[in-house]
């Protein structure tokens, strides 16, 4: 039985950087306005006004997904530049501080900072979001259920947040520790259906706990406007083909659990505190650790479970046509995460403002 057509979005948060000083700078407005006349509603503000997001079309098939990517890339460099700024993919800065980045007025961060005080203010994080598209909702939360082993396999193959105000964190993902400050964060709970889910989502609307389920902030989410499930797990790649890479890795564990399903076979579920545990060593030592291999009850290198899940999904990666694009994880294995690269020239030259030019340099990497 073939696989439904499943399409693809995807989001990226970019900092945006002083070249003079390589700080983190509050001009988004300015690249805002000049942005949306060439993206309109694909560029948007965060609540920093040093960081930008944007968002992909619906993609029917990984090209196309790559050429979005690389077209918003490309246009907020180049507003970026136009300006006399640059941007930069990576989910930390190694050393601007939150304390001094100015809030964007808009009714929704006002909102936020209002709820969580202190700790809404100290997100000054990047993620990447993918978005797959699935119509049929039972079967989404089904996916959602199963997919939660795999979220810690995905962030440790895109760890680039090792840095926090001037300092090495000794972790390869400090975005993850920042982000699960806020409520309703890390990986979802077990849900045995659409209904279930609702009846969770309408009690918190009820009890005044949120407003819509646009605050409910999980690794994986029914995405709460759009007949989406949302990769929330990762840290931003630095360069694209690593974006696309982990996209087509989530492509292809969706296209694999609902190959499963057709054959009435599933994915084995697994407690909630042992996927946190793993979670915690990929954000500790990304793909240089190890994993619990639950089946086996031992920890294993996460490379050899990054390798077991190559196999898990080889028998849909041609049918979703991303074998070449799934296959980049053997490059980000040999070469490190960025993470990994942006600690190795810490280690060469001592100087965090190296860092920032290499990942400046790294952002736009394969944009041409």
Avoid at 180 to 193: I, N, V, W, Y
Avoid at 312 to 321: F, H, M, P
Wanted: proline share 4%.
């Amino acid at each position: 039985m073939a696989l439904p057509k499943l399409t693809i979005g995807i989001e990226e948060e970019y900092q945006v950087i002083d070249p003079a000083t390589c700080e983190l700078t509050s001009y988004i407005q300015e690249i805002l306005e000049q942005g949306q006349l060439v993206l309109k509603d694909q560029i948007k503000a965060e609540l920093l006004q040093s960081q930008v997001e944007v968002g992909s079309s619906i993609c029917h098939d990984m090209q196309e997904a790559r050429a979005e990517l690389v077209r918003l890339r490309q246009s907020v460099a180049d507003l970026a530049e136009s300006n006399g700024l640059q941007v930069l993919a990576a989910s930390t800065h190694p050393f601007s501080s939150w304390k001094t980045q100015e809030v964007t007025e808009m009714e929704r961060y006002s909102r936020h900072l209002e709820q969580m005080a202190e700790v809404a203010r100290r997100m000054l994080i990047f993620g990447m979001h993918v978005h797959i598209g699935i119509d049929d909702r039972e079967l989404m939360i089904d996916v959602m259920d199963q997919a939660r082993y795999f979220l810690p396999h995905l962030l440790a193959l895109s760890t680039s947040s090792p840095f926090w105000h001037g300092r090495d964190t000794g972790l390869k993902s400090y975005r993850s520790i920042v982000f699960e400050g806020l409520p309703r964060s890390g990986p979802p709970p077990s849900f045995q259906s659409w209904a279930e889910h609702q009846r969770f989502v309408n009690l918190l609307v009820k009890t005044g706990s949120i407003q819509d389920a646009t605050t409910i902030w999980w690794d994986i989410r029914p995405h709460p406007n759009f007949p989406t499930l949302e990769f929330r797990i990762c840290d931003i790649c630095t360069k694209v083909d690593e974006a696309i890479c982990l996209a087509s890795l989530m492509l292809a564990i969706v296209g694999k659990l609902i190959r499963l399903r057709q054959s009435n076979r599933s994915w084995r579920r697994y407690r909630h505190h042992l996927i946190e545990e793993n979670k915690w060593r990929a954000v500790r030592y990304g793909i240089q650790g190890k994993l619990i291999d639950f089946g086996r009850g031992e920890e294993v290198p996460v490379r050899e479970l990054i390798y077991e899940l190559l196999e898990i999904v080889d028998d849909v990666v041609d049918e979703l046509d991303i074998r070449r694009e799934v296959e980049y994880v053997h490059t980000i294995l040999e070469e490190g995460t960025s993470a990994d690269r942006q600690l190795a020239v810490y280690r060469e030259t001592g100087d965090l403002e190296a860092v920032v030019d290499h990942l400046v340099t790294e952002t736009k990497e394969g944009l041409d």
